[in-house]
T-cell receptor
Framework: NAGVTQTPKFQVLKTGQSMTLQCAQDMNHNSMYWYRQDPGMGLRLIYYSASEGTTDKGEVPNGYNVSRLNKREFSLRLESAAPSQTSVYFC????????????FGPGTRLLVL | AQSVTQPDIHITVSEGASLELRCNYSYGATPYLFWYVQSPGQGLQLLLKYFSGDTLVQGIKGFEAEFKRSQSSFNLRKPSVHWSDAAEYFCAVGGSQGNLIFGKGTKLSVKP
């Protein structure tokens, strides 16, 4: 039982390049989330998916797209990376109820030059 | 709007001393409240959560937190800090979208 896994662990991009961050969970959770963490800012929600086939914007969605490929997988795509997207990206998953614990992946460190 | 405030950016305590990390929230209804810990270069691990019932919540690693509705607070405590507790601590409130709204975090350093 791996929990929430993320790939890659670390990535360097040049401005304008694209990439996809992958996330998978094996806990049969309905809900999945993408957050970004910046120094002094805590974690902020980028996009979330309440169930397979649905996605919604969070607090900071600009410059990102997501795909809920199936119940297990939720990917985050940067179409044209910008230095402002340098951050640590965390994927999380949880059950359907709001009181349920969110489980986090180990994170992807992204540097955009 | 929902929000979480952690007033202390950085706290240093001596090993064996007691610890209290402050958290204030803003939420219209009954909040779901969480404390997570993040060690350097790691993901977030849940310490404890509150969603109903007893206002004093016990968590892992000897941590506890008390929900005080009148003060809109959910402070985290530990009676005796260990060097391995050095990490960053995040308070969060459950949002209406099922997401978590995080405070900016408190970094804990432990002096030997």
């Amino acid at each position: 039982n791996a929990g929430v896994t993320q790939t890659p662990k670390f990535q360097v991009l040049k401005t304008g390049q694209s990439m996809t961050l992958q996330c998978a969970q094996d806990m049969n959770h309905n809900s999945m989330y993408w957050y970004r963490q910046d120094p002094g800012m805590g974690l902020r929600l980028i996009y979330y998916s309440a169930s397979e086939g649905t996605t919604d914007k969070g607090e900071v969605p600009n410059g990102y797209n997501v795909s809920r490929l199936n119940k297990r997988e939720f990917s985050l795509r940067l179409e044209s990376a910008a230095p402002s997207q340098t951050s640590v990206y965390f994927c999380a998953s949880s059950g359907r109820d709001r009181s349920e614990t969110q489980y986090f992946g180990p994170g992807t460190r992204l540097l955009v030059l | 709007a929902q929000s979480v405030t952690q007033p202390d950016i950085h706290i240093t305590v001596s090993e064996g001393a007691s610890l209290e990390l402050r958290c204030n929230y803003s939420y219209g209804a009954t909040p779901y409240l969480f404390w997570y810990v993040q060690s350097p270069g790691q993901g977030l691990q849940l310490l404890l959560k509150y969603f109903s019932g007893d206002t004093l919540v016990q968590g892992i690693k000897g941590f506890e937190a008390e929900f005080k509705r009148s003060q809109s607070s959910f402070n985290l405590r530990k009676p005796s800090v260990h060097w391995s507790d050095a990490a960053e601590y995040f308070c969060a409130v459950g949002g209406s979208q099922g997401n978590l709204i995080f405070g900016k975090g408190t970094k804990l350093s432990v002096k030997p």
